[in-house]
């Protein structure tokens, strides 16, 4: 079980989304950000595992940069690109405060005595999705019974978003034949090694397009609500330094504010901190339109406790977790709501 816990912490690839005007109001605390960090110059110095590499996905985090919100906010942040089940290892040991995380790695961390807690929402909707070509007839969850679906393996938020899609179809694992193939999606379903594969709804959608290839999808958000991307801290941090974790939320928020607002600028910003993006700027520009659509919200930052119960639900049907948690200590929206 162990084993099993730790490959699903590994994974993540988070994840990638579509254009907005909403959002007009000041984001929680940025009064509070500014103030603080006019009270001294000194700017503290946060080392903040994204997961996986470099990616457009990344643009409100390289939008706080360059536009100084972080150091605004009195931080100093250095993008570390590692693995998330290092980042989640170093802010449950208390070695960092920060770490960027998804929901399922939060309470699968916690059933392990890691004292992570998620204290701001970015992804408001699941990503995760599943793509047939138009022949195959994917209009449900229930249509996925009898078919061979390709997926990067048995682990991660790919997984786990196929295994509640397919519970809301009413269908099981053995219903239908489940095929790792890496992250080779694009290929495997435009040469039909698979007759559905599991996608990012943001991304591989917009790589199928680009190559004339009609697609039927299924998003995971469109059936269930699940607690997804966003900043995760430790106990320590919020017993200790509350006042940093509302500081750059700010920021963070800030970020994510500007880029639904202009994307366009997000894009140009993420140019600088992502080497070769100009050489794929068309579908790359597409990516991050497809990615909005994910981080909208009425108010910014705040977790849905719905979507944190319906992620538990998922991982105990996946005896993953082998007993309910208590989820006010997994997640809080008070350093993020006034």
Known sequence: MMKKLTLLLGITAIILTSCTNALSTQPPGSDLATDTAAATNVLEKIRLPM???????????????????????GVEVEFDYRMEIDGMALVGAGEIPFSIASGEQ????????L??????????????????????????????????IGLP????????????????????????????IGFNQVEALATDQEQVVVVYANNEPVQFAAQGIEVDTLRVADYVDLASNGLVT????????????????????????????NPDE????????????????VIQRQVLEATLEFWRAEQLGVSQPEAWENMQKVLLDMKLLTKPMDLNQAFTNEFVVK
């Not at 430790?234 to 607002?261: F, M, V």
């Not at 997000?266 to 901190?273: D, Q, T």
């Open 153 to 180: 393996g048995l682990y991660g938020a790919s997984y786990i978003g196929l295994r509640a899609l397919l519970q809301a179809g009413g269908l099981k694992e053995e219903d239908v034949t489940l095929d790792s």
């Open 51 to 73: 997961g996986f590499i470099p990616n457009v996905q990344y643009a409100p985090f390289y939008v706080a940069q360059a536009k100084g919100y972080f150091a605004e906010a």
């Open 266 to 281: 997000a894009f140009e910003i993420s140019k600088k901190y992502v080497e070769g993006l100009d050489a794929n700027a």
């Open 115 to 148: 004292p992570v807690v998620y204290v701001l929402t970015w992804w408001q909707d699941y990503p995760v999705a599943v793509s047939a070509k138009k022949t195959v007839g994917l209009y449900s969850p229930q249509d996925m019974a009898g078919k061979k």
């Open 106 to 113: 939060v309470l699968l961390a916690r059933a392990q005595d």
């Open 234 to 261: 430790n106990e320590s941090t919020i017993q200790n330094n509350p006042d940093l974790i509302r500081r750059l939320n700010a920021a963070i928020l800030r970020g994510i504010s500007d880029t639904l607002t």
